[in-house]
C-alpha cells in the first residue's frame, strides 16, 4: 500500500509564501491522482486542489486558486501546494491522500492520507 508523507509545513506570516510536499512510497500502478486537504481546528478536512499523475490534469477549490499551484515530479514521486499570499485564515493541518477521481472535493473519496503538516500564519 501507497505510503505517504507530507513536509513542509511551517509558520509564517500573512502575505508569504510556503511549499508543502507529499512523497508517495510505494505508489501503486492503479493510483490515479493525489489531492491536498487541509483541515483547521474545530472544523472539516476541506478539499484544496488534486492532480493527476500521468497528464497533470489540476483541480482546485474556488477558494484557493489563483493563490495555490498544486504540481508534480513523477520521478521523485512528490506532489507540492506551493502556497503564495498566505493568510491567517490558511492555518491549518494540511494532508496529502490518493484518490481515483481528481474532481471530488468528497473526503471519502480519498485515502490512504498522509500524517499531516502544520502550517501556521500569523497576522
Known amino acids: 500500500q501507497v505510503q505517504l508523507v507530507e513536509s513542509g509545513g511551517g509558520l509564517v506570516q500573512a502575505g508569504e509564501s510556503l511549499r508543502l510536499s507529499c512523497v508517495a512510497y510505494?505508489?501503486?500502478?492503479?493510483?490515479?491522482?493525489l489531492g491536498w486537504f487541509r483541515q483547521a481546528p474545530g472544523k472539516e478536512r476541506q478539499f484544496i486542489a488534486a492532480?493527476?499523475?500521468?497528464?497533470?490534469?489540476?483541480y482546485y477549490t474556488p477558494s484557493v486558486k489563483g493563490r495555490f499551484t498544486i504540481s508534480k515530479d513523477n520521478a521523485k514521486t512528490t506532489v507540492y501546494l506551493q502556497m503564495n499570499s498566505l493568510k491567517p485564515e490558511d492555518t491549518a493541518v494540511y494532508y496529502c491522500?490518493?484518490?481515483?477521481?481528481?474532481?471530488?472535493?468528497?473526503?471519502?473519496?480519498?485515502?490512504?492520507w498522509g500524517q499531516g503538516t502544520q502550517v501556521t500564519v500569523s497576522s
Open positions: 491522500a490518493q484518490g481515483s477521481n481528481y474532481h471530488s472535493d468528497r473526503v471519502d473519496d480519498w485515502g490512504p
Open positions: 492532480i493527476t499523475w500521468n497528464a497533470g490534469s489540476t
Open positions: 510505494r505508489r501503486t500502478f492503479g493510483s490515479y491522482a
